[in-house]
Nanobody
Framework: QVQLEESGGGLVQAGGSLRLSCAAS????????AGWYRQVPGKQRELVVT???????DYADSVKGRFTFSRDTDKNTVYLQMNSLKPEDTGVYYC?????????????????WGQGTLVTVSA
């Protein structure tokens, strides 16, 4: 079974930093396109950043210059470094990724979502 597991959320004061991690597990060959989304109660899930494995990385205007996406291909893990956090960054952050994995000796691809990790930024 392949899945994404997030970690790194928590409570931080405004101006602080957090680093979220999203690790793919199972018979993973690689992570291709990936991104982070966030959601607050009563609102739709919104895109924070999307990154193509061999292409561009695009950030929401609200996080440009403060958040940085990165990946470690050896660990099949993607990260979101969040600096200069603001109260409006509060929400549940979800990792989304297309993974390549092996099953029955065949390479397959699947889009996965993590379970979400809560980030709370106090004023």
């Amino acid at each position: 079974q392949v899945q994404l597991e997030e970690s790194g959320g928590g409570l931080v004061q405004a101006g602080g930093s957090l680093r979220l991690s999203c690790a793919a597990s199972g018979s993973i060959f690689s992570i291709d396109d990936a991104g982070w989304y966030r959601q607050v109660p009563g609102k739709q899930r919104e895109l924070v950043v999307t990154s193509r494995k061999y292409g561009s990385t695009d950030y929401a205007d609200s996080v440009k210059g403060r958040f940085t996406f990165s990946r470690d291909t050896d660990k099949n893990t993607v990260y979101l470094q969040m600096n200069s956090l603001k109260p409006e960054d509060t929400g549940v952050y979800y990792c989304n990724a297309e993974v390549i994995f092996t099953q029955d000796r065949v390479y397959r691809n699947r889009e996965l979502w993590g379970q979400g990790t809560l980030v709370t930024v106090s004023a």
